[in-house]
Structure formats: C-alpha cells, structure tokens
C-alpha cells in the first residue's frame, strides 16, 4: 500500500463515512433483524408480566447504543416511553428521521454508555444490544444500566460470545478463541489501516464474554439471571424438540455445549425488588 493510501486509511472517519452508515441503517432494516428485536421484546414482556411484580400501564424503555432506532420503534410502537442513546451523532440523525416517519415520539440522545443522562432507578427495561463488548470500560457501562433500572425491572444483554468460534465481529476465522495479544493486534488494525477486517465499526469488539461471567457478576448484584433456553417457547414444538429443549435446561453439560454453539451470549436479568 502507498504511504499516501495508507495515510488516508489510518485516518478513517468511522462515524460519518457513508460506508458506516449506509452499512448499519440497511442492517438494522433486514427482516431478521426486526424479527430478532421483536422477540427480544416480547420475551422481556412475557418475563416481566411472570415475574410476581409485574409493571402497570407504559414502560419507561432505555435503549443504550440504540444505533438506527429499530429496537426502540418497535417498543414504542406498543405505546412504552422509549429514549434511545448512542455516541455517534449521525446515526441518531437517521434514528430521529425513522421515528419520525413512523410517527413515533421516541427521545433519542447523543451520549456515552458510561455516563447515562438519566436518574437513578428512572427505568423499567435496561436494553443493551450487541454494545458491552465495545465499551473499554465495560463494568461502568453495566453499572450504568443497572443504576438507571428500577427495582423489578429488566436488564437484556446481548454481546459477544468467547466459547463460540463462529462470530461476526471480525472477518476473521475462529476470532474468539484467538489469545489476548493477538486480538489487541487486529483491534489496533481495525481502527487504522485496516477497517474493513471489522465491517469499519468505529468502535470494534474489545472483550468477550460468556454467559456464565455475566450471569455471576449481576446475580452478586441482586438480579435474577436467565438464559437463552430458559425462554424458549415450546408449546408449539414437536415432541423430539420439547424433549432436547428439556435436556439443555435440566443437564449442564449439554447447556454448555448449547452456549458453545451459539454466536453471542444473551442475558435477561430481573433486579429483585
């Protein structure tokens, strides 16, 4: 590559490139991302309403790291009180637009997932999609979520998942189970001359988590932690299916392996109240 290239590379404007943002604003439109967001939804409804301590009336929703503003318009779209936040000031621009044309009033901000411009316990649902593994500091962004979160209200995390070497981080093949020293390397490429190995995220995967670690670090903060097939719904599911849903909830091993097998790691978390 050319110094002049390279140079230019280097220098990369993740946030505004056209590329950045032509990239996520189509993404967070694909059917199986609106798919994937509704059910997260309607499986945060069904465990609050199960949860003894059900919520009345609108929910006061936050979406941190909220991108384009497709989580938050479809829990708008049931009539909750959403605010969506994400550092990068143009992607809200589009999140604004699309509520707009939808005729949604979602309060949507520019701010950091450390430092939320809410109150204490102001929040039924703490929503962090596919974000605490780009924060460097993860644990103040976790705690930020949790300190805006009512008692008896929720707390969804999806991020990256290390026991699964299938992942979409990096264009790189078995990227999770790379050592530490080699990831800090295709970090420091990532964010210079070499920003497509990360689909030129701004921000690229800097931790890797399971749903174990995360599990453990909010239960020794009062939550009630429950996993992917914990919630899975198996009334309308053929005997064989209800049976291997059985064994992944009732035998540990088989759970791992379950872990294992999927791309990232999902937690729903209850604050006891």
């Known amino acids: 590559m050319a110094t002049s290239e390279a140079g230019k ?5 993740h946030s505004s490139n056209p590329e950045f943002l032509d990239y996520y604003g189509a993404r967070s439109l694909l059917p199986e991302t609106v798919n994937r967001f509704t059910s997260v939804r309607d499986k945060c409804l069904a465990l609050l309403v199960g949860s003894g301590h ?9 979406d941190i790291g909220c991108g384009a503003g497709t989580q938050c318009r479809l829990w708008a779209s049931l009539g909750h009180r959403v605010h969506g936040l994400d550092v990068n000031a143009p992607i809200i621009e589009v999140a604004r637009q699309r509520a707009r044309e939808a005729k949604l009033d979602i309060d949507f901000e520019v701010g950091s997932a450390t430092a939320l411009p809410y109150a204490d316990g102001s929040m039924d649902v703490s929503l962090l999609p596919e974000l605490l593994e780009h924060v460097t500091d993860w644990e103040t962004c976790l705690e930020e979520a949790v300190r805006v979160l009512r008692p008896g209200g929720l707390l969804y995390i999806s991020t990256t998942n ?22 800090r390397h295709y970090e420091r490429l990532a964010v210079t001359t070499r920003p497509e190995i990360t689909n030129h995220a ?9 749903y174990y670690q995360l599990a453990s670090w909010l239960e020794q903060r009062g939550f009630r932690c429950f ?8 009334e309308q599911m053929s005997w ?30 209850l604050r006891q109240c």
């Open 54 to 62: 059900p919520p009345t009336g609108a929910l006061e929703v936050v």
């Open 162 to 183: 290390w026991l699964c070497p299938i992942q979409e981080e990096f264009t790189l093949p078995l990227y999770s189970w790379y050592p530490g020293f080699l990831k």
């Open 202 to 210: 701004k921000y690229p995967a800097v931790h890797w988590f399971s």
């Open 9 to 13: 590379q280097s220098n990369w404007d």
């Open 240 to 269: 064989m299916k209800r049976a291997a849903v059985g064994l992944l909830r009732a035998f540990p091993p088989a759970r791992l392996a379950g872990h294992a097998l999927t791309s990232y790691s999902v937690v729903f978390a």
């Open 227 to 234: 996993d992917r097939f914990a919630l899975i719904e198996t």
